[in-house]
């Protein structure tokens, strides 16, 4: 639609573009009247029918919502025992490694370009040599592989988990934006077309792995008592960094400046080399992890790549209260 209002010559070019946006509005309203309650506030609440049918509606089998209702009253009873809630807390004991990893998260997002590429796409198009109008039409067509992206991240995340997609991203970032370095060293036809090409799929393959995949983990890797804090120290972070990278990337790849076009893909490559190194280290798998759970793994110090197949005790107190309440049931029949 920006395409085709680019053309015209009233205020309507831009006017309408403000309009389409309030069909987002306009679904998401009508979504929210449908959206059932958090299981975990209604048992906050004490509604604990209400809670077992929203995660009936979330499980096959029943087992499974009874399993889960079980796990939710026990990570509640556990966040009731903890009364710190400072922001010098999140660097305390074994918080301080869960709030490193989400300060480490959400870093991955400036330092990957991300600022760069939304902000400067039909720039840096024109600065390859591609006309204006064609530069716009790469860039709208950008934006349609972001939706892809996350699109594709949104169906198998929960297949694959937390851990494997942001990885991944980070190493597939490294390797395009490395690439895209290479050929923007070529001064030819096809270095120029390579370094387009690489430029553009920045945005399908940061959604499909590090962009859809942060807030989940920055999400669940804190403890419940600190979550807010966390994930407030995490994004300042993150804004930081990219209040940073706005100021510093003009200088780096303008013609006047440092004039590396596309060469800046070393930088950004460089920094996704050192996360994805990171990530293989410190980054763990959340993914199937009630709060209690991953409670008892940072403070057992259960390694990264143990999360996965480590049986917590979490598991075995919901396992026995849900055994223990079935064999009541039919005895009180009886």
């Not at 305390?92 to 600022?115: D, K």
Request: glycine share 8%; charged share 15%; aromatic share 14%.
């Amino acid at each position: 639609m920006s395409y085709f209002t680019s053309r015209w010559e009233t205020d309507w070019s831009w006017q309408s573009l403000i309009c389409a946006q309030w069909g987002f509005a306009a679904v998401a309203f009508v979504g929210q009247i449908f959206m059932p309650e958090s299981p975990i506030y209604l048992v906050r609440k004490g509604k604990m029918t209400a809670a077992r049918k929203v995660l009936g509606h979330l499980y096959s089998d029943p087992l499974d919502a009874d399993g889960h209702l079980e796990r939710i009253k026990l990570t509640l009873e556990e966040a009731e025992t903890q009364n710190s809630s400072s922001y010098i807390d999140c660097f305390r004991g074994t918080n301080l490694r869960r709030t490193l990893i989400a300060i480490m998260v959400f870093l991955s997002e400036p330092m990957s370009g991300l600022g760069f590429v939304s902000s400067y796409g039909a720039l840096m198009y024109q600065y390859l040599g591609i006309g204006d109008q064609k530069s716009f039409a790469i860039q709208i067509g950008a934006q349609i592989l972001s939706l892809s992206g996350a699109t594709i991240a949104f169906l198998v995340s929960d297949f694959y988990g937390r851990r494997p997609m942001y990885l991944g991203g980070c190493i597939a970032l490294c390797l395009l934006l490395i690439c895209m370095g290479i050929s923007g060293s070529v001064n030819t036809t096809a270095g120029i077309t390579a370094s387009v090409g690489f430029y553009t799929m920045y945005n399908f393959f940061y959604n499909v792995g590090v962009g859809s995949t942060v807030y989940t983990i920055a999400g669940e890797v804190p403890t419940s008592v600190l979550r807010a804090k966390t994930l407030a120290v995490a994004l300042s972070s993150s804004a930081a960094a990219t209040t940073m990278w706005s100021f510093v990337s003009p200088f780096i790849f303008n013609p006047g400046y440092g004039n590396l076009k596309a060469k800046i893909g070393f930088v950004f490559g460089a920094f996704m080399l050192v996360f994805a190194v990171m990530a293989n280290f410190f980054v763990p798998e959340t993914r199937m992890r009630t709060y209690e759970e991953l409670d008892e793994l940072f403070m057992n110090h259960v390694p990264t790549r143990q999360f996965r197949s480590y049986v917590t005790v979490a598991e075995q107190r919901a396992a026995e209260a849900y055994n223990a309440k079935k064999t009541k049931i039919p005895l009180e029949q009886a």
